[in-house]
């Protein structure tokens, strides 16, 4: 949890699950043959899954304050 203090870190994990969840995103749609999504959609995710990171962080300091 310490790793995750440092923003730089939780940007990098998210921008990794937000091409992670993007991919799956396209691979599930079963057609192989379609674009895949656009680095837009991948800043979406990316953007909700540090919004997350943030929340675990901040309720975990709070905790053990």
């Known amino acids: ?4 203090k440092k923003t730089w870190i939780r940007i990098i994990i998210s921008l990794f699950a937000g091409s992670l969840i993007a ?3 396209h691979i599930s749609t079963g057609d192989p043959n379609r674009q ?3 680095s837009l959609s991948l800043l979406v995710y990316a953007l909700i899954v540090f ?5 675990v962080v901040n ?3 709070k905790r053990n304050l």
């Open 1 to 4: 949890m310490k790793y995750l």
């Open 23 to 25: 991919e799956l995103i």
């Open 36 to 38: 895949g999504p656009t």
């Open 51 to 55: 919004g997350i990171l943030t929340l």
């Open 59 to 61: 309720k975990f300091n």
